[in-house]
């Protein structure tokens, strides 16, 4: 009976409860199996909150009851459901357990069973000892009357662990907020500490009607070296960061889906890690609508990050980025992503940013809409970025000039296949390494610097270049040329050309100045020398 009972027990933590305890004693409602599993329990599984002196009228205190049963629900060693009633229990302190038994809190659902803290530093925190007896919290709101009322929820395992084999916590179908959201609002809203495998998932979190920065609630989900986060299903407004990323994790990090995140500086931040490499499953097919950071991270390998609407707030006065790879970001695939500019904002803009040391990133498909600040880029590849692959990326409606990719001075070398945009790629002039550019559109106009003797070929996105020098100038050689560089000179009236062993001119005939004037002439480089192979004259 013992072992029947147990196993019915665990095959119910897995399940949505509080329909289940709303309708178990109801005659009228069909059995599910899940249904007859909880009837099928032991009365001593099941305890009700209002058993242990709960009024739940919203202004009696019911901290005492509460602690009473969560005390005794850690007295069965199967592990107990606690049901909240519908109702409000108000609760004058911080509840705080440490679980050494399997512990299920379900209430009636969203806005049916509401805790409300009335003190400063409220919430409720679990701890739970055992990793394979994380508990479980659904179907209910946590509400706070105070500006800064603390952590709403907090669970941690301790000790801390190495290696964890557990499902984790669940947690599901919660509300947490401020009672008068224009004055009351929770610190943070969910705290994870030291936590493998939590599912987080049918759950709002909403800081205090804020719209300029710094938001007062300082986070929704933090996630202090926890492994294995996984998040759907959820909305959060109105905080500095949705998502915070703490302290150092073993291993595989977060996988987020399905949200929306309104009106918040930093959707996910990502950027604690000052070394090393945090794994992430993926961010995709979410709403982002932040002042600052859609999505912000250093030192993250392996993610993937893709179907993602992303807004720049119209009230933003800040330098936004959509996703920014800061540092040590490495074989990450981007893809498929809209982010836009606004233009009721102020700031700049960037859609993407691969920044510093970043490696083998797959850019592909990412849109940049509605772009209205001055001098934009849709994917700005920064100092020591190398090998990256940006295909197929697009500058779309805009009001302002926007560069589809540009290429900062110190980059490494990098692939920029196919992007498109009204201002096409750029590349700094004085780019240290050679990019590898084709087939982006529009293609720029090239010029060689004007009244050179010498002038460079680097970076070139095309193979086509004209002339314009202002006076008589003779080209007597082509320089920062690769292997097989081909180019293709439209010649003005003031160009011509001086044949040496390096510099090779059909028959070892110098060109004179002007001869060539509206015609064309191509050179392809070889090992140690540039070689005429046509004109046009």
């Not at 050179?452 to 002339?467: F, G, I, L, N, Y």
Request: aromatic residues 6%.
């Amino acid at each position: 009976m013992w072992f029947r009972c147990r196993i019915a027990l665990s095959a119910l933590l897995v399940l949505p409860l509080a329909p289940l305890l709303a309708n178990a004693k109801d005659p009228a409602t069909s059995a599910s199996e899940s249904q007859r599993a909880l009837r099928a329990l032991p009365s001593s599984a099941i305890i009700s909150l209002k058993d242990y002196g709960a009024i739940c009228d919203g202004s009696s205190d019911d901290s005492a009851a509460f602690s009473a049963a969560l005390t005794t629900g850690m007295s069965n060693s199967m592990g107990r459901i606690l049901v909240l009633p519908q109702g409000t229990c108000a609760l004058s302190s911080k509840i705080s357990v440490i679980l050494t038994n399997k512990l299920t809190i379900v209430g009636a659902g969203r806005g049916a069973s509401i805790l409300k803290w009335t003190n400063p530093d409220g919430g409720l925190a679990l701890t739970y000892t055992n990793q394979y007896l994380a508990p479980s919290i659904e179907g209910m709101t946590f509400l706070t009357t105070r500006a800064g009322g603390g952590t709403a929820l907090t669970i941690a395992l301790r000790p801390a662990l190495t290696t964890a084999n557990d499902v984790g916590p669940i947690i599901r179908d919660i509300d947490i907020r401020g009672l008068n959201p224009s004055a009351d609002y929770w610190t943070d809203g969910i705290k994870l500490i030291d936590v493998w495998y939590p599912t987080l998932s049918h759950f709002t979190i909403k800081g205090k009607n804020e719209v300029t920065l710094p938001f007062s609630m300082q986070s929704g989900v933090q996630y202090i070296r926890s492994q294995g986060v996984f998040l759907s299903a959820f909305t959060m407004q109105h905080m500095q960061d949705a998502v915070l990323q703490g302290g150092t994790t073993l291993g595989e990090g977060l996988n987020a889906s399905a949200f929306e995140l309104v009106g918040v500086k930093n959707g996910f931040n990502l950027s604690s890690w000052t070394s090393g490499a945090l794994a992430i499953q993926g961010i995709q097919n979410g709403h982002i609508n932040a002042y600052a950071r859609a999505i912000i991270a250093s030192y993250i390998v392996q993610a993937h990050l893709s179907g993602l609407l992303i807004y720049k707030a119209h009230l933003s006065k800040s330098a936004f980025i959509g996703i920014e790879l800061l540092i040590g970001n490495t074989n990450n695939r981007l893809i498929g992503n809209h982010i836009e500019d606004n233009p009721a904002a102020t700031g700049g803009f960037t859609g993407i940013a691969v920044g510093t040391n970043a490696a083998y990133n797959t850019v592909i498909g990412n849109t940049c809409d509605y772009v209205v600040t001055a001098s934009s880029d849709c994917v700005a590849i920064g100092a020591n970025a190398r090998s990256n692959i940006i295909i197929a990326n697009v500058g779309g409606r805009s009001g302002a000039a926007i560069d589809t990719v540009s290429v900062s001075k110190d980059a490494g070398p990098n692939i920029i296949v196919g992007n498109h945009s009204a201002s096409g790629v750029a590349v700094s002039s004085n780019s240290v390494a050679t990019q590898t550019i084709f087939n982006n559109s529009p293609l720029p106009d090239q010029i060689l610097t004007i009244n050179s003797t010498t002038p460079s070929v680097k970076s070139s996105q095309h193979e086509a270049w004209r002339t314009a020098n202002t006076s008589s100038t003779t080209i007597t050689n082509l320089t920062d040329g690769t292997l097989g560089q081909r180019v293709t000179l439209l010649l003005d009236a003031n160009t011509g050309f001086s044949h040496s062993r390096s510099f090779v001119l059909r028959s070892d005939t110098d060109i004179a100045v002007g001869a060539g004037s509206g015609h064309t002439i191509t050179f392809i480089r070889y090992s140690d020398k540039w070689v005429e192979q046509s004109r046009s004259f």
